[in-house]
């Protein structure tokens, strides 16, 4: 579902500078940041490098499972 959202220009041109290094366009860059801030205040005792693991897990791609015979 997208909605449009009013958000600061500062806001905006900072996420347009990260999104352009980080290869994201504006929308995925402000998605990322929420998704950073949303872990943050859920686990308020994870440092920034664990958070930082935890959304590169779970971009990376699913790997098959190993099958025992």
């Known amino acids: 579902m997208s909605i449009n959202v009013k958000l600061p220009d500062s806001l905006v041109n900072q996420a347009k500078s990260h999104a352009l290094v980080q290869h994201r366009s504006v ?17 308020p005792d994870l440092p920034f490098s664990m958070i930082r693991d935890i959304l590169i897990a779970d971009q990376e791609a699913v790997v098959g ?5």
Do not use: L
């Open 27 to 43: 929308p995925k860059q402000i998605e990322h940041w929420s998704r950073i801030g949303k872990i943050a205040e859920e686990n």
């Open 65 to 69: 499972e190993y099958v025992f015979s």
